[in-house]
Each structure stands twice: as structure tokens, then as C-alpha cells.
């Protein structure tokens, strides 16, 4: 298994759909999760960390499984300014920020 | 608070030719990386620096040095660029090492070796 592996889009959707980004980690002592977001020719921001009890930021909802190793993201009302390219983002070394291990990316398309 | 800056933006090199990116933040973060983005592929971490003075390699380090004497500048050389390292450079920042400190990226220097 690749050490973090995303849905490989792209996602193509309308305005005000609900998308849902799928994402998977090898090391089963990963710590720490997060998605960040990705302009085109832009620079990666932190969208949200990922909790264990899910969290939920506006339209943004994270969700974790440790058992599956698997962390969701989705999005409720999608506006064309989602769009973007999410990456999964998984911390692989037991907390250390130096450990950050990065998925490739999903690029999701919102239409009008 | 400008966060974090790259210089340069954009940059292409003749293989053999030699360069130096430059990383400055201005948010007191103690910690500093480089990152390089190829198409298809993750962020992979190519050096990271833990305070003044210290670096360390990280995923991808050959082809590359480092240095931090200052803690808020991270510099990237390239000795003897090659093709493959045609990329687009990503530099970040941390306040501490925990593994659930935002890290800060800069807006990226794109380097085309030819």
C-alpha cells in the first residue's frame, strides 16, 4: 500500500452539490492528519486537522477511521470557490513535524 | 507580517549551473523545510531544519544543501543542477516540531533546468 493514497479524481461537480474526498495511510502509528487546500500554482494551506471524534468546519467535515486507516473530507454546498486541488496530509512519525508525509492531491471542479 | 517568502519566483538554469533559493519568515517558527512538488507526485521533504544552525535530510536530500544561520532565513543549493531537478520549490514553516503544528508554506519558486 502506498503510504498515502487519495482518490485520483478529478471530481467535476455543480454548484451547491456534496463531494467527498476518500484518503488512505499505510502506517497504522500515524498520530496526526490533516487536509490542506491548493490554488492552482499556488501554495498548500492548512483547510482543517482531522480529529478522532470527526470535526466539522462550516461545510467541511473530516472524518477519521483508525481501524481502516481512512480519512474523509467532504463538502456540503459546494461554491466555485472550492475549487482546488485537497491534499491529504498524514504525520508518519509517531508526532514529529518533520514527518509529514503528503498524498498526491484531488482536484475537484465546481461548475456554475 | 509578510508569513512566508521565496526568492526567486521563477528561475531557469542551464544543467551545470549552480543557484541558491532564499526562504525567510518572519513569524519566529523555530522550524523550516523544503519541499519539492513534481507533477503526479506528493510534497516530498528534501531538507528541514530544527533551529539555527542545525539542518537535517529528509526524503529526496541528494543534489541539495542547506544552511540556516539565521533563524529567520532557510536556504536551498543546488551545486550542479540537473534536469531532474526541474520542479517547483516549496519552502514552510512550524512553530515547534509537534505533529499537529500548522505548517506555513511560501508561494514557491518554479526552477526549469534545461
Known amino acids: 500500500r502506498k503510504e498515502v493514497e487519495q482518490d485520483p479524481g478529478p471530481f467535476n461537480v455543480p454548484e451547491g452539490a456534496t463531494v467527498a474526498f476518500n484518503c488512505t495511510y499505510s502506517n497504522s502509528a500515524s498520530q496526526s492528519f490533516f487536509w490542506y487546500r491548493q490554488d492552482c500554482r499556488k501554495e498548500p494551506k492548512l483547510l482543517m486537522s482531522?480529529?478522532?471524534s470527526g470535526n466539522e468546519d462550516g461545510r467541511f467535515t473530516a472524518q477519521l477511521n483508525r481501524a481502516s486507516q481512512y480519512i474523509s473530507l467532504l463538502i456540503r454546498d459546494s461554491k466555485l470557490s472550492d475549487s482546488a486541488t485537497y491534499l491529504c496530509?498524514?504525520?508518519?512519525?509517531?508526532?514529529?513535524?518533520?514527518?509529514?508525509?503528503f498524498g498526491k492531491g484531488t482536484l475537484l471542479t465546481v461548475n456554475p | 507580517n509578510a508569513g512566508v517568502t521565496q526568492t526567486p519566483k521563477f528561475r531557469v538554469l542551464k544543467t551545470g549551473q549552480s543557484m541558491t533559493l532564499l526562504c525567510a519568515q518572519d513569524?519566529?517558527?523555530?522550524?523550516m523545510y523544503w519541499y519539492r512538488q513534481d507533477p503526479g507526485m506528493g510534497l516530498r521533504l528534501i531538507h528541514y531544519s530544527v533551529g539555527e544552525g542545525t539542518t537535517a535530510k529528509g526524503e529526496v536530500p541528494d543534489g541539495y544543501n542547506v544552511s540556516r544561520l539565521k533563524k529567520q532565513n532557510f536556504l536551498l543549493g543546488l551545486e550542479s543542477a540537473a534536469p531532474s531537478q526541474t520542479s517547483v520549490y516549496f519552502c514552510a514553516s512550524s512553530y515547534s516540531s509537534r505533529g499537529t503544528d500548522t505548517q506555513y508554506f511560501g508561494p514557491g519558486t518554479r526552477l526549469t533546468v534545461l
Open positions: 496530509v498524514v504525520n508518519m512519525g509517531g508526532g514529529s513535524n518533520y514527518k509529514l508525509t
Open positions: 482531522v480529529y478522532s
Open positions: 513569524m519566529n517558527h523555530e522550524y
